[in-house]
């Protein structure tokens, strides 16, 4: 069976920085106007069960950058486990495209997609976790962290929805705990991580050092913060909730001003987006030096070109220029032959 990039918590720290060195290289390259085009004659399907921005665009562009092919399947274009079985439509994929990525509202369309395939299978985001924007979060930290500072001594505050519903948080509270980092997360009650989560977010953090606080409290948890990160307190699928939500939210949980300047002076503030401006964060922070938010969105394409290279290379059937060469020259007498 292929190897999935389905939750960043499957991966030792080793494997991790591994990806994180590749993201930096593929970034220090492009930026030199260098991609290298080591997938050429390779496809990879693109699976939305919800629209997207950053998530087509980056995967998108990466692969054809890379010398590949990307398919996008939008919501409603297929028949993702109502018309046609999820094994069938998976199936069909993996004949002809060489990896599947997908965006599934819920995690079992996910796990059940990653069951059914025969090729790799990279997590889009799901309302659980949005792995790939969690690595990259990491990487636009690393490239912030302040001189001298280790990963293990970096300290990140989560000031949001922490909910099972909080997809950021959750890819946090995963990869955070493998690398060593100090992680607070400040919620109000009502939307805090979840009890079962969190015991298995602490337990990640005895093996290796980390450290992970729970607070309602968001001037606490930003006291000796590298780096805030927020997310929305509404999206896709609760936007019902939105009043309700901000009521608890606002304006106590909001990024703004008053709430960085309890913050270290070097700290840096990211959002995922697409984000609800002057809502849980304020245009003032958001557009300020202290955001890194569009590094971030950057980001997003160094990272997708890592994980693409990192899991279709391997893959990658090379035939010789003979093999080739006699392919090619067949197939060109015999239509030559037949369309006389």
Same mark, same amino acid.
């Given at each position: 069976?292929p190897r999935?990039f ?5 991966f030792?720290?080793d494997?991790l920085l591994?990806?994180?060195?590749l ?5 220090e390259?492009?930026?030199k106007?260098?991609t ?8 990879l399907?693109m699976?939305?069960?919800s ?8 995967f998108?562009?990466?692969m054809?950058?890379?010398?590949? %092919?990307?398919v996008?399947l *939008?919501p409603? =274009?297929?028949?993702?486990?109502a018309?046609e +079985?999820?094994?069938?439509? #998976? ?13 599934t ?5 996910m796990?059940?997609i ?5 090729v790799?299978?990279?997590?889009g985001m799901?309302?659980?976790?949005h792995?790939?924007q ?5 990487f636009t930290?690393?490239? %912030?962290?302040p001189?001298? *500072?280790t990963? =293990?001594?970096?300290?990140?505050a989560?000031? +949001?929805?922490?909910?099972? #519903?909080g997809?950021?948080c ?11 980092s100090?992680?607070v997360?400040a ?9 079962v ?5 602490k337990?990640?953090?005895q093996s ?7 607070t309602?409290?968001p001037?606490e948890?930003?006291?000796?913060a590298d780096?805030?990160v ?5 999206y896709h699928g609760y ?10 939210f ?11 300047n309890?913050?270290p002076?070097h700290c840096?503030v ?14 003032e ?7 890194v938010?569009?590094?971030?969105a950057?980001n997003?394409?160094?990272t997708q070109?890592?994980?693409?290279l990192?899991?279709?290379?391997p893959n ?17 007498a ?7």
């Open positions: 069976m999935h389905l939750e960043l918590d499957d030792s720290k494997e591994g990806m994180l060195e993201i930096r290289f593929l970034k390259a492009d930026c106007g260098v290298p085009r080591l997938l050429r004659g390779m496809s399907g699976l939305f069960e629209s997207s921005l950053r998530t087509r665009v980056s998108e562009t990466a054809m950058e890379l010398g590949g %092919h990307a996008y *939008k409603g =274009e297929i028949h993702l486990g018309r +079985s999820v094994y069938d439509t #998976v199936q069909v994929l993996g004949r002809m495209c060489d990896a599947i990525m997908a965006r509202d819920a995690l079992e369309t796990q059940e990653a069951r059914c395939s025969t790799p299978v990279i997590n799901t309302v659980y976790s792995p790939t969690g690595l990259c979060d990491i930290m690393l490239e %912030h962290l001189e001298g *500072k990963v =293990e001594e970096m300290k990140v989560f000031v +949001s929805d922490a909910s099972p #519903v997809c950021i959750t890819s946090l509270r995963q990869i955070l705990p493998v690398l060593g100090q992680l997360v919620a109000p009650e009502a939307y805090q991580v979840d009890p989560e969190a015991e298995k977010t337990a990640a953090c290796s050092g980390a450290t992970f606080k729970m309602t409290d001037l948890a930003v006291r000796d780096f805030i927020t997310d929305v307190w509404w936007d019902d909730e939105k009043e309700e939500r901000l009521k608890v606002m304006p106590k949980y909001q990024i703004n001003r008053e709430l960085l309890n913050a002076p840096k990211l959002h995922c987006m697409p984000a609800n401006r002057d809502y849980e964060i304020t245009s922070v958001m557009d300020s030096p202290s955001s938010i569009f590094d971030e950057e997003r394409f160094h070109k890592a994980l693409l990192w899991y279709l290379y990658r059937r090379q035939p010789s220029a003979e093999l080739q060469q006699y392919y090619e020259g067949y197939t060109e015999f239509l030559q032959n037949a369309l006389r």
